[in-house]
């Protein structure tokens, strides 16, 4: 059991740092905090800027168990120093520096340059984001950064910091996503500042505004997320560019290394270590493909929106990364956007072809790597271009096992989306209600925002489509899933109750635990981090009156609530 710094300490394992260049204009020292263009480098050496007065708020027990942690250390002062952005007392074999990385930006497939302060694409990156540690835990190897720790070079000139809002959704997201069997970040940790605020546009109470209305004084904060690593594909992206325009005489070197690091890090158990270096770009287009598909689907499955799906956010090990404009969908819409900076590109069913265009930029980043084997080349192109009909496979797959079918109709499913938007249905209410295996609509009621008590030809589809629904099951499940024996169907309800989540982690949810919070209130942090750890539960009568709900009407198009800007 890790329960002091030096125990942490044996565990600091630092590859990144130890086998990739630096930027060589970068100071040893990480004193690197005004924006900059970095030209070359893998990463620039910085120092976190530590918040003022830290004071904990929570961490992850289920991680910290992981990890062999012991839970006493997230409140022991030196590992609150620590993971509040102060590196100076940590002792040996650990860095007193930090690290951040350059990517690049591509938007649905589009490269852009404009974000940059420069034009040229040399100023964009972890802008906020330091990791601190790199270690192996238990045989597995895990990046710790901080998210709110002060400026880097990437930072376009913000202040580098996180607010206790934002800090506090992407907390209690990561470890949500991860109960719900989604590939995703994880989190530590989150501290925040007893005395340190800054300014961020956000909407006043009962705002219907689409974009925040006005200027608020928040505390600042830092959440602690853990990754086997947070290469993502706009870093590999960054090096493919260079590699493509040769912008300096090592930059084919450089983007070799990346790859080679990532399928180190990332997929080593996938990729032998022996293969030629065509072999291994190869195989790594064919396993993030795999993973990437999965994960969108799994986002689907569970009613996740990303809202700002581009490159930069999209990570290279194929598990969910940057928790900023994501939203959990309420009133099933397959336009759903939580965003107000995003669109329909990134909208909740055009998540697959936003996955597909990002997979696209990873691949055309790879390809200097093939430049002189056109076989390889061609294949590679091939990986491609099977994205969309593989992702379609893994749509298909999901959306079975979310109606409890061994196989896919799609005319069952077209019919049941036509009339979930017309009913107004709640998805995951709906979805959890179908897992009981109703006899009839009534217990799916629960789940409609509109009352169609009085609509004879709406229920009466209603009933029309349970009924094929059943058929379907009976006729074409397996014997212990096909719902014509009380154990089948008990059998088919729990399948079916393992893959449509009970709870899932509403705005609404969210925003009386960060208004607590900022007066000190903790507690309803607590109970979120219990409830939603737990998502696939009954659990007790209490929870469900509380959070197994719809979203109250008079919650509706209210700012922060049903819609979000990225102001964070």
């Known amino acids: 059991m890790i329960q002091t710094l030096n125990d942490l300490a044996k565990h600091a394992d630092y590859s990144l740092m130890d086998t990739l260049m630096p930027d060589p204009q970068a100071t040893e020292d990480g004193e690197d905090h005004y924006p900059r263009e970095v030209f070359s480098g893998h990463y620039v050496p910085v120092k976190p800027t530590p918040i003022q007065d830290p004071e904990y708020i929570a961490h992850s027990k289920t991680l910290f168990a992981e990890l062999g942690l012991a839970d006493t250390l997230a409140e022991s002062e030196a590992f609150m120093r620590m993971f509040s952005g102060d590196l100076s007392q940590l002792p040996e074999p650990m860095s007193k520096v930090g690290w951040a990385t350059g990517y690049a930006l591509s938007i649905y497939g589009t490269e852009y340059y404009q974000q940059c302060p420069f034009g040229t694409g040399n100023g964009y990156g972890d802008g906020r984001a330091i990791s601190v540690l790199e270690g192996v835990f238990n045989g597995k190897r895990w990046e710790m950064q901080l998210k709110g720790a002060g400026r880097t070079p990437y930072c376009r000139g913000a202040d580098g910091r996180a607010v206790l809002r934002s800090s506090i959704r992407e907390f209690l997201a990561q470890e949500h996503m991860h109960a719900l069997g989604v590939p995703t970040s994880r989190s530590l940790s989150l501290y925040t500042s007893k005395s340190e605020k800054v300014q961020r546009p956000w909407y006043s109470e009962d705002s219907r505004s689409y974009d925040p209305d006005m200027m608020v004084a928040e505390y600042v904060a830092i959440s602690t997320r853990v990754a086997p690593s947070f290469l993502r594909v706009g870093q590999i992206e960054l090096f493919g560019r260079r590699a493509r325009k040769q912008e300096h005489p090592k ?37 993030f493909r795999n993973r990437l598909s999965s ?11 990303q809202g700002n799906f581009n490159s930069d956010n999209c990570a290279a090990g194929g598990f969910t990364l940057d928790y900023g404009p994501f939203g959990f969908m309420e009133m099933f819409d397959p336009e759903y956007q939580p965003w107000t900076g995003g669109g329909k590109h990134f909208s909740f069913l055009n998540q697959p072809n936003a996955a597909e265009r990002n997979f696209y930029v990873f691949c055309k980043a790879l390809q200097p790597l093939l430049a002189s084997n056109e076989k390889a080349q061609a294949k590679l192109a091939e990986i491609h271009d099977d994205f969309p009909a593989l992702i379609q496979v893994q749509m298909k797959k999901m959306w079975a096992s979310k109606l409890g079918f061994d196989g896919y109709d799609a005319t069952l499913f077209r019919e049941l989306t036509e009339l979930m938007i017309q009913t107004s249905v709640d998805y995951s209410l709906f979805f959890r209600e179908l897992s009981s295996v109703p006899e009839d609509i009534e217990p799916l009621k629960k789940s409609f925002y509109s009352d169609i008590s009085e609509n004879d030809i709406l229920l009466q589809r ?107």
């Open 251 to 287: 930059v084919r070197e450089e983007l070799k290394q990346i790859v080679l690091h990532l399928i180190e890090r990332e997929y080593s158990d996938e990729i032998e270590s022996h293969l030629k270096l065509e072999e291994k770009v190869l195989l790594l287009a064919h396993a």
């Open 462 to 568: 209603w009933e029309a489509w349970l009924v094929k629904w059943r058929a379907y099951i009976a006729n074409n499940n397996a014997i212990e899933y096909n719902a014509t024996s009380t154990e089948s169907r008990e059998a088919l309800s729990r399948r079916m109750k393992g893959i449509n989540p009970k709870y899932t982690l509403r705005e609404w949810h969210l925003v009386p635990a960060y208004q607590q919070a900022k007066q000190g209130d903790y507690r309803l942090i607590k109970e979120l981090q219990e409830v939603m750890t737990q998502p696939y539960a009954e659990q007790s009568k209490e929870v469900e009156a509380k959070y197994y709900a719809k979203k109250p009407a008079a919650l509706f198009n209210i700012g922060g609530i049903s819609h979000i800007s990225c102001s964070s």
């Open 295 to 305: 994960l969108v689907a799994n986002w689907v499955r569970v009613g996740y929106c």
